[in-house]
């Protein structure tokens, strides 16, 4: 003989994640942070109706076009601390270039070594120069070497956890160690 027991607690499960009225709801205008694989940070810009009801049109901070995002999906994110000084931690930062935020190239990496020196390498793992870069006002230059030729730049933030630390390249490029 089956117990019901099993089934009513995973009814229960269901229909606490599945009410809206039981469910997290956003407002246009609040940030948020949504899973599309990986927890992007956001801004609600849209809540959907009819067929898009329990979903939110949101415009992630790091790429120009805004996605629809389900509600279980959304979660408040925690405001940075206004001053994350601290130069970038020496390690492998993968170089991530969002022209489609679900499917990001993976252009190769980037090695920040002690004394302020770097390397550039390919997917294949092929050294392609070597140079030095400097960090001030919250921003990393390339002052030599194959990465000021390509004029990357750029600004230097590390999420409130610290686990992941990252490098503006340009617009839809960044340099991402992540702990």
């Known amino acids: 003989m089956r117990s019901t027991t099993g089934l009513i607690v995973v009814a229960m499960f269901v229909a606490a994640f599945a009410t809206p009225s039981l469910a997290k709801t956003f407002n246009v205008g609040d940030k948020v942070r949504y899973y599309a694989p990986g927890w992007y940070d956001a801004t609600v810009v849209e809540i959907g109706t009819g067929a898009k009801a329990g979903s939110y049109l949101v415009k992630p901070d790091a790429y120009a076009r805004a996605v629809w995002s389900s509600s279980v999906e959304a979660r408040p994110r925690a405001i940075a601390p206004a001053a994350r000084a601290g130069p970038p931690r020496t390690g492998d930062y993968l170089i991530l270039s969002y022209g489609n935020p679900a499917n990001p190239l993976r252009l190769g990496r980037i090695s920040l070594l002690g004394g302020q020196n770097y390397r550039f390498y390919d997917n294949g793992g092929t050294l392609l120069g070597e140079g030095r870069y400097g960090f001030t006002g919250g921003r990393v230059s390339w002052s030599s070497g194959i990465l000021q030729s390509y004029g990357w730049g750029g600004e ?6 610290g686990r992941e ?9 960044f340099a991402i160690n992540a702990q």
């Open 165 to 173: 630390h990252s490098i503006k390249l340009n617009r839809t490029t």
């Open 156 to 161: 230097f933030k590390i999420r409130p956890d």
